[in-house]
């Protein structure tokens, strides 16, 4: 007993007493991760190894979804489809995300900042099943961008950008536009402005300044904006179902139509590649950031050595 006392005297001294404290305060998010992530995810890790026959589940221990899943083309071809909308997705973000942060975090005026930053988050007031279903309205044969482009000449029967690959790329970037500004704009609102003033004052031009100064040090803030849309885009399903009317298939509705099918083996392994394939992306995204932001100090190093 005088042990049991020593030692819960000794968690609450004074040398311990900062951890102590810490993970009292992670211990409600880290029990709820445990149990809600965690668990949930063992539990589809489990429904993995089971067999599914002819509308059936049956319990076992068995590879056969995953050498199913993993040989066969038409998985790879949904897989190489759903990595295709997540690349165009997350280059148009980053191509229209970039500009719109470095115009925000150069504002000078605080309401024309807040104005712009509040048009730039206010789409993420509204769920996601309410801007699909109004991008459903304005990209049908009828909507109102058809409408434009034969005004405009551009077309005399209009585009078909609905039910296609098209018409979900364009939704989703609307959708996901402000998870790359946020970190973009982070990163830019607190880079050192005297860095940009001293290579002007060295006779640096506004695009070399730019190239040289203003993007390898907004390179942390374009990788995390990568990995936050590409992960959504992975995983996204609400838009892809709605703009893509069944007929662009990507891993998270084939997860939803086999869950529905009770063939949760080959959703569990879906579920799994697609739980992988995310953290792999993120890790080789980060250390892509890393390698740029060490080769631009190595060479800045090298030059002034």
Not at 58 to 64: A, I, L, Q
Not at 101 to 111: E, F, T, V
Not at 144 to 154: E, K, P
Request: net charge positive.
């Amino acid at each position: 007993m005088s042990r049991i006392t020593d030692k819960v005297v000794d968690v609450y001294s004074s040398g311990n007493r900062k951890w102590t404290t810490q993970l009292l305060l992670l211990l409600p998010a880290l029990l709820l991760m445990g149990i809600v992530y965690l668990g949930g995810l063992l539990i589809f890790g489990r429904y993995s190894f089971d067999i599914y026959d002819n509308g059936k589940l049956v319990r076992g221990w068995d590879w056969s979804t995953y050498r199913a899943f993993l040989t066969d083309p038409y998985y790879w071809k949904l897989i190489g489809n759903t990595f295709r909308i997540a690349f165009k997705v997350t280059a148009w973000s980053l191509l229209l995300a970039y500009p719109l942060a470095y115009c925000i975090a150069g504002l000078k005026k605080p309401g024309w900042k807040q104005f712009l930053l509040l048009l730039t988050f206010l789409p993420l007031l509204v769920s996601a099943v309410v801007r699909s279903y109004g991008w459903q309205l304005l990209l049908s044969k009828q909507g109102f961008m058809n409408w434009l482009f034969i005004h405009l000449g551009l077309t005399e029967e209009g585009f078909n950008m609905m039910n296609n690959e098209t018409g979900v790329v364009i939704a989703l970037v609307h959708i996901f536009l402000p998870f790359m500004v946020f970190p973009i704009l982070n990163v830019l609102s607190q880079s050192d402005a005297s860095l940009k003033a001293a290579a002007h004052d060295l006779g640096a031009g506004s695009w070399r300044t730019f190239f040289t100064i203003t993007l390898p040090l907004s390179a942390r803030g374009i990788a995390s904006g990568i990995q936050i849309v590409f992960t959504l885009c992975l995983t996204a399903f609400t838009t892809p179902q709605l703009i893509g009317g069944g007929r662009v298939m990507t891993l998270p509705v084939f997860i939803y139509q086999r869950t529905l099918d009770t063939n949760w083996p080959m959703a569990a392994v879906a579920s799994l590649f697609l739980l992988v394939s995310s953290v792999v992306v993120s890790l080789l995204v980060n250390k892509g950031a890393e390698w740029l932001m060490f080769r631009r100090s190595w060479e800045g190093g090298r030059a002034h050595g």
